[in-house]
C-alpha cells in the first residue's frame, strides 16, 4: 500500500466520521492525528542496503522477512569460542532484526507485525482488519477504516481510539465500548451522537455530560467537527 492509496482510506475515513471533505494532506494527518501513536520506524535492509520498516529500531542490524529467505542457508561451520566476548561477537554477525513481518496479509506498506490483514498503511501489530492507517495493535477483533487507534478492536470508520472496542463512526475515544457517533468521549459505554462526555453509559445527544435536543445537538457537532478539522 503506497502513500497515495493510503490517503483515499484517510478521506474516506474523515469523511465519514465529521462529515466533511478531507482538508489535510497525508503528512498533516499524521502530525494532527497520528502525533503520539507508537509507528513503525524506518531502517535499512543490511542485504540490499534499501529503506524497511521495523517496529522495534533498537537492534543495530535488520533484514526484511522477504529477503531473510533469499539466503539459502543461514547455518555456518562451527569455530573454536572461548569467551563470552567471542560468543557475542559471532551471534552479532548473524543477528539481524526481521522487518516488514506481514502473514496471510496483502497490499500492506511500511508496516510491521501484519496478520490476516488488507489494505494496511505505516502500522503494526494488526490483525484481521482492513483499510487501516497509522494504527498500532488491533488485536481484538477485527476492524476496518481506521486511523491513528492504539490498543483496541472491533472499530469501523474511527480516528483516535484507544483501548476501546465496538465503537463507529467516531472520533477520539478512550476507555469506551459501543460508542456510535460521538466525539471526545472518555469511560463509557453504549453512547451515541454524544460529544465532550465521561462516565456516562446509555445515552444520546449529550454534550459536555449536558442533555440538549436533536436539533441543538446537531448545531453543537457542527461546530466541533469543523473546529477539529481547521484548528
Given at each position: 500500500m503506497d502513500e497515495a492509496a493510503a490517503k483515499q482510506v484517510v478521506d474516506?475515513?474523515?469523511g465519514q466520521v465529521f462529515g466533511f471533505q478531507n482538508p489535510l494532506s497525508l503528512e498533516q494527518?499524521?502530525?494532527?492525528?497520528?502525533f503520539d501513536v507508537r509507528l513503525p520506524q524506518q531502517v535499512t535492509d543490511s542485504m540490499t542496503g534499501e529503506a524497511t520498516w521495523a517496529?522495534?529500531?533498537?537492534?543495530?542490524?535488520?533484514?526484511?522477512?522477504?529477503?531473510?529467505?533469499?539466503?539459502?542457508?543461514?547455518?555456518?561451520?562451527?569455530?573454536q569460542l572461548n569467551s563470552i566476548e567471542e560468543i557475542l561477537k559471532s551471534w552479532n554477525e548473524i543477528n539481524e532484526m526481521t522487518t516488514e513481518r506481514y502473514l496471510d496479509s496483502i497490499n500492506i506498506g511500511q508496516s510491521d507485525n501484519i496478520y490476516g490483514s488488507e489494505n494496511v498503511f505505516r502500522s503494526q501489530d494488526i490483525h484481521n482488519s482492513k483499510n487501516v492507517v497509522y494504527?498500532?495493535?488491533?488485536?481484538?477483533?477485527?476492524?476496518?477504516?481506521?486511523?491513528?487507534c492504539q490498543r483496541s478492536g472491533g472499530l469501523s470508520f474511527c480516528i483516535r481510539v484507544e483501548d476501546s472496542g465496538e465503537t463507529s463512526n467516531s472520533f477520539n475515544v478512550q476507555w469506551c465500548k459501543y460508542i456510535v457517533n460521538s466525539m471526545f468521549i472518555s469511560d463509557a459505554t453504549k453512547m451515541q451522537d454524544c460529544l465532550f462526555s465521561s462516565h456516562l453509559n446509555n445515552k444520546r445527544f449529550m454534550v459536555a455530560?449536558?442533555?440538549?435536543?436533536?436539533?441543538?445537538?446537531?448545531?453543537?457537532?457542527?461546530?466541533?467537527?469543523?473546529?477539529?478539522?481547521?484548528?
Open positions: 474516506k475515513i474523515i494527518v499524521f502530525q494532527k492525528f497520528a517496529q522495534s529500531a533498537n537492534p543495530t542490524k535488520f533484514i526484511s522477512f522477504e529477503n531473510q529467505f533469499k539466503k539459502d542457508d543461514w547455518e555456518r561451520p562451527a569455530k494504527c498500532d495493535s488491533m488485536v481484538s477483533g477485527s476492524s476496518e477504516y481506521v486511523l491513528a455530560n449536558m442533555q440538549f435536543d436533536e436539533a441543538e445537538y446537531r448545531r453543537l457537532r457542527d461546530i466541533v467537527a469543523r473546529w477539529i478539522l481547521t484548528n
